[in-house]
C-alpha cells in the first residue's frame, strides 16, 4: 500500500524558515500533481502551493515570494521551502498527491499524515 510520509515541521520564530518533504513509499510509478495544503486552527483546509508533473508551480498568494516548492520524481518526494515565516503560516501542513500508479493500483488521490508549523514569538 502507497502512503506519503511527511517530513519536517516544528517551531519557528516570525522571520525565520522551515522545510518540509513529503516522499511516497512503496511501488510508486508515477504521480500527477504533487503538493500542499494546510489548515490553520478552527479553518478551512487550503491549497498552499502544487507542482505538476511537468514542473509548473502555483502559489497561493499569501505565499508567493516566500515559499518554494519542488519535486524529485526520482524519488517521488515533494518539498516546501518556507522563508519569512509568520504568525498565519501556523497550522497543520498535509501533502497531497494527485493520480498516484502504484503497483498494479491507481489512486485518484492520497494524503499525507499532516505536519504542525507554529510560528511564534
Known amino acids: 500500500q502507497v502512503r506519503l510520509v511527511e517530513r519536517g515541521g516544528g517551531l519557528v520564530q516570525p522571520g525565520g524558515s522551515l522545510s518540509l518533504s513529503c516522499t511516497a513509499s512503496g511501488t510508486v510509478f508515477s504521480i500527477d500533481d504533487m503538493g500542499w495544503y494546510r489548515q490553520a486552527p478552527g479553518k478551512e483546509r487550503e491549497l498552499v502551493a502544487i507542482?505538476?508533473?511537468?514542473?509548473?508551480?502555483n502559489y497561493d498568494d499569501s505565499v508567493k515570494g516566500r515559499f518554494t516548492v519542488s519535486r524529485d520524481d526520482s524519488r517521488f518526494t515533494v518539498y516546501l521551502q518556507m522563508g519569512d515565516l509568520q504568525i498565519e503560516d501556523t497550522g497543520v501542513y498535509f501533502c497531497?498527491?494527485?493520480?498516484?500508479?502504484?503497483?498494479?493500483?491507481?489512486?485518484?488521490?492520497?494524503w499525507g499524515q499532516g505536519a504542525l508549523v507554529t510560528v511564534r514569538s
Open positions: 507542482v505538476t508533473s511537468g514542473g509548473a508551480t
Open positions: 497531497h498527491a494527485d493520480k498516484v500508479h502504484a503497483g498494479s493500483r491507481r489512486y485518484l488521490e492520497l
